[in-house]
């Protein structure tokens, strides 16, 4: 079973020498509040174990409005007149930039998976869903893997159709949500009731079944103890 479920945290919870020691894959966060340098990029392929593997969240410059509270780690200042042409998918130069910034680190790392988390702001409106289908048939795929994380009023069956359409994922919470689409499941655990949850065993053995009826699975823990949390969760895969 442990083939088939990868188990890892959302950014790295402790010193990154430890964490290899313990997982085999990462979901970098560091990408969505700013890209990193090229040749940091680099450097992090380098230092990894072989066969060890970087998922990355997409710039927040592609998914997020620019009144977004995220913004505020992201230190290169944008331009008043350029602010509005930021986030929501929107078909933009600025937007395709970051993502083709996006798409270079990801190569870099030799990246699996790409995540385009959006904020409960990103609601269902004809305007957004025509942001998503410009935006996807337009980029590059190069290989690579896209998860959608939509949050807010999406309904289940607008989801699943555009996943479909466009050739996405969905990314999701399991204990908030149910899969939608594709032989690839991407669960990322934010606690039960938020980032400072900690998962009993009880919720542990729930996600263990869940994912032995799918073909393929990530679990990317993203709470307060997700280090001890992901240790616990591939002890019991591993019986």
Same mark, same amino acid.
């Given at each position: ?27 970098? !966060? !560091?990408?969505?509040? !700013? ?205």
């Amino acid at each position: 079973m442990t083939e088939k479920i990868r188990v890892g945290c959302c950014g790295f919870p402790v010193a990154k020498e430890r964490y290899y020691q313990n997982f085999f894959v990462v979901e970098l !966060q !560091q990408t969505f509040y !700013q890209l990193p340098l090229l040749k940091t990029a680099k450097r992090w392929a380098e230092e990894a174990p072989e066969g060890f593997e970087f998922n990355m969240k997409a710039s927040q410059l592609i998914t997020h409005e620019k009144t977004s509270p995220t913004y505020s780690r992201y230190k290169i200042p944008i331009p008043e007149e350029k602010r509005a042409r930021y986030g929501s998918f929107r078909h933009s130069e600025e937007v395709m930039e970051a993502w083709e910034q996006t798409r270079e680190i990801a190569q870099s790392l030799k990246t699996r998976i790409i995540l385009f988390q959006c904020p409960p702001e990103f609601a269902p409106t004809e305007e957004n869903k025509t942001n998503l289908r410009k935006f996807f048939r337009a980029v590059s795929r190069s290989g690579f893997l896209f998860v959608w994380e939509p949050r807010g009023e999406w309904q289940p069956e607008e989801v699943k159709r555009l996943c479909e359409e466009l050739d996405l994922f969905h990314g999701l919470d399991p204990f908030k949500a149910k899969p939608l689409h594709g032989r690839l499941k991407y669960l990322r655990l934010h606690g039960k009731t938020g980032y400072t949850y900690r998962f009993s065993q009880e919720d542990l053995l729930w996600l263990k079944d869940l994912c032995k009826a799918e073909e393929e699975v990530y679990c990317m823990f993203n709470n307060i103890s997700m280090f001890e949390d992901a240790q616990k969760f591939r002890a019991i895969l591993e019986g």
